[in-house]
């Protein structure tokens, strides 16, 4: 259900994720943000499997978009991003979920540090069942989901090569961070599952894709895309919004 005016949007693309959608919705539509500051953004990619019958079940609650064929990851954000309406825009793949303080904190960051473009959160790396792998650094081991962009700066980038069916969010970010800066926030708010039908088990496909980063941006910024990258100086921490409904879960 679209919101007068919400300051985020929450982009979910989704692929044959019957399993995990209902999962990650939940979690979206019980942040600690008041439901009228931001929306979510489900872009079904022609799925084939029960994965609208599963959007379905929450038909009041977010906005659906359905691509007429498959369109990739890349063209789907994309369509995401132009339907969006706030003023920040972060990316929520379908199979993953995020702490209950995730937007709000986020949104939070960049309100209050009008130096920063865009702020990452640490992840938790969780297996199928949800146990908790290991704690990542969104710096050194960087992800393309859980990074909440200016909408200003997102789009003057010109978003997403949708011809990279993988490493898409690598070639973005490296657009991005030549003419603006990624902060990190050390809260491990995002939630990254690991599971056999993770789209980066496919090897063939990201080492192909990544042969099309280096020839698109060059040998030394490729390398730079895929290196472990030292963290920046710590940033302040913010003190919370809506302090009364922060929560810890």
């Known amino acids: 259900m679209p919101h007068a005016q919400p300051l985020v949007s929450v982009i979910v693309p989704a692929y044959n994720q019957e399993r995990y959608i209902g999962r990650c919705l939940r979690s979206l539509l019980q942040q600690t943000m008041p439901q009228d500051r931001y929306e979510i953004i489900v872009i079904d990619d022609a799925s084939t499997d029960r994965t609208a019958y599963a959007l379905e079940l929450f038909h009041d609650q977010i906005v659906r978009l359905r691509n007429p064929s498959n369109l990739g990851l ?65 710096l050194a081991e960087p992800i393309g989901c859980g990074i909440l962009f200016r ?23 490296l657009r991005f961070e030549q003419r603006f800066r990624i902060g990190r926030l050390e809260l491990p708010l995002y939630r990254y599952r690991r599971h056999e039908r993770n789209m980066t088990n496919d090897a063939a496909a990201m080492n192909l894709h990544r042969e099309r980063l280096s020839a698109k941006h060059g040998a030394e ?20 919004a809506y302090s009364s409904q922060l929560r810890i879960a």
């Open 74 to 138: 890349p063209a789907s954000l994309n369509r995401g991003i132009a339907a969006s309406r706030g003023q920040f825009i972060v990316r929520v793949d379908s199979d993953d979920y995020v702490n209950a303080n995730f937007v709000n904190i986020l949104h939070f960051f960049l309100d209050q540090n009008p130096n920063h473009d865009a702020v990452a959160c640490d992840y938790l790396l969780v297996d199928d069942d949800e146990l908790v792998l290991e704690r990542a650094d969104c």
């Open 151 to 173: 909408r200003e700066q997102l789009l003057s980038v010109g978003g997403y090569d949708e011809s990279f069916l993988r490493h898409e969010d690598r070639e973005f970010r």
């Open 221 to 240: 910024a490729a390398h730079r895309a895929f290196e472990t990258t030292s963290p920046l100086p710590l940033l302040p921490q913010p003190v919370h």
